[in-house]
């Protein structure tokens, strides 16, 4: 079978270096490993309003925002179809016919939408559409008969719901459907960074990220004030790398070439965790490095970016282009399920002459 990459974020904000390790560096190197037939990156607005209803102009602001930070991290549009999700009303249709297949009981089982209602406080009055939104992942990623998602843990329960649809789907009306795979981060520091201020995930409203688009200077002032072990209050102090989140930082960016060209003290991590361990390293030559590494990751990022803000309708004419692909791909999809699912009438011709026959 040929593999068929779909995955994508909530245009609610520039997209931060969490994203980056996360999920967008994977993106751009799966792109060019040339193992899947086709790759579809989706900018999810409709997902977005489902708990930004009354904000749509934050979602609308975002739009390029996302679009600019996919392109500057190198998705190329030649081999990565990006698209705009509410522009492929397919996905609607194909979300009605699935709730059929859900339970209330099973989505409230989501551990993701769960812990999301509690952290939006919705407890009680939840948006049906909200509450329903694994669903429409599920249309999302069966649309375009994804093989493989690479997502983040937190969207683990997506994949599993999809894949209940897909089988509960094939079992009744007949094979159509493909069951995705979820592709996690290689490395643990990936899988979800923490925020400059130590809390497990950065977020907007906690201010605690480090943006793709943050020039030089707030990327070092923002590394310069992060948060590490509190009880290594002097250099000579032995110091805690677990759940320190520079080290978790330095886990997640820094390979052994950068001690060569920014901290040749160290040959390698391991060695400088050490030094911490011990003592006699302090916070400020660690954030440095860290801030030399990041830089130097984030530097070829920014300059593309400064690139393509210089011809935004361009951009947008990328999206539209992509959209229209998508949409193909989605209506044949579609056209499939509406057919196993026996609401073809028009197009079957035996429906017709059988009904004829009967009344003959
Ligand atoms: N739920 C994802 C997020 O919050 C965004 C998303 C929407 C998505 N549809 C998807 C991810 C389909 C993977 C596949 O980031």
Redesign the pocket.
Known sequence: MDKII?????PTGRLHVGHYVGSLKRRVELQNSGDYKKIFI?I?DA?ALTDNADNPEKVRQNIIEVALDYLSCGLDPAKSNILIQSQISELCELSFYYMNLVTVSRLQRNPTVKSEIQMRNFEASIPVGFFTYPIS?AA??TAFKATT?P?GDD?LP?IEQTREIVRKFNSVYGEALVEPDALLPQNKACMRLPGTDGKAKMSKSLGNCIYLSDTPDEVKKKIMSMFTDPNHIQVSDPGKVDGNPVFIYLDAFCKDEHFERYCPDYACLDEMKEHYKRGGLGDVKVKKFLNNVIQEELEPIRNRRKELEKDIPAVYEILKKGSETAREVAANTLAEVKSKMKINYFDDVELINSQAEKYK
Not at 6 to 10: E, P, S
């Open positions: 779909l995955t994508g974020d909530r989706m999810a997902q992942q999302d990623i998602v997502v969207q997506m």
